[in-house]
């Protein structure tokens, strides 16, 4: 039976099901699969450090998490296209002494797009939120067809420079700062910020914007059931939660980890047995 030593390296992760929810497809898959919390709080040494010695103690790999995604980059020996073009890395993979980093928050993302809401339009579409998260979703939006992406964050900086590296991977035009009534006229809305989630709780926009025309996605998930998609549901609008995108991260690290082919869908079974837990990092 192979043998995997993974962990998950992030600040506050204490809580996380990433361990619980690795380990159990692992074992559906018949690998002998050990995944441990490496926190940055807990081990008061900074991510260059942890990343050194979990190459030393023989990791196969690591999930990377908040305020890691990017501290990491310059300890790493190569990076995968996707990560190269995000700028940002949450899976290491430990190969022949080599460290890797991969990103695949946007391909989770795009994988969920297409199994929870496979026909909808994606011509226009609005993002709320340009950090980490929101990033890896305009990527997978634009590689997925959208032919105008507005981008909207409290810091317009940081939109502005989401927006100038979208338009340098994929041309000029296919994305442009925006407003929250850009909502109005959009075939989509995705919320890509920390509202609704438990310890920000409210919605990220005057709920008078949403139409029943409007498809919404949330990546939050704790709660599945956030305010915005409450109100979008009540408005008549298809919407996704955000446990799907979680999931199928988690099974693309699996993946790039240990070579084997995770279930999908049975990994999304055992993400709801275990969603009643408390709350966590990803």
């Known amino acids: 039976m192979s043998s995997y030593l993974i962990g998950l390296v992030g600040s506050g992760i204490g809580p996380s099901l990433s361990p619980a929810l690795h380990e159990r497809e692992a074992a559906e898959l018949g690998l002998r699969y050990s995944y441990r919390l490496l926190d940055l709080d807990v081990l008061g040494a900074p991510v260059g450090e ?13 999930n990377i998490t908040h305020p890691a995604k990017q501290a990491v980059l310059p ?10 073009a995000l700028g940002a890395v949450n899976t290491v993979v430990f190969d022949g002494g080599r460290a890797t980093g991969h ?14 809401l496979p026909d909808v339009a994606l011509r226009n579409v609005v993002l709320l939120g340009a950090g980490g998260a929101g990033v890896a979703v305009a990527h997978a939006l634009l590689a997925l067809g959208t032919e105008r992406l507005g981008v909207h964050d409290v810091d317009q900086d ?13 041309g000029a035009g296919r994305a442009v700062t925006c407003g ?16 609704g989630m438990a310890a920000h709780p409210g919605l990220p926009l005057d709920e008078s914007l949403l139409r029943e025309e409007l498809w919404v996605a949330d990546i939050v998930y704790r709660p599945l059931e956030t305010a915005l998609l409450a109100a979008a549901r009540a408005r008549g609008c298809r919407v ?19 070579g084997a082919d995770p279930d999908a869908d049975r990994m999304l079974a055992h993400f709801e047995e275990l969603e009643g837990e408390p709350a966590h990092a990803s």
């Open 50 to 62: 942890v990343l050194a010695a979990a190459r030393a103690e023989g990791f196969a790999g690591l």
């Open 75 to 84: 300890h790493l020996d190569a990076l995968a296209e996707e990560a190269d």
């Open 103 to 116: 990103n695949t928050d946007a391909t989770g993302f795009a994988r969920s797009l297409r199994r929870g």
């Open 158 to 170: 940081r939109s502005a420079a989401l927006v100038a590296a979208l338009e340098r991977r994929f």
């Open 180 to 195: 929250p009534e850009a909502v109005r006229t959009a075939d989509g809305l995705v919320h890509a910020t920390p509202t």
């Open 240 to 258: 996704l939660h955000g446990g799907g995108m979680v999931v199928l991260q988690a099974a693309e690290s699996l993946r790039l980890f240990t």
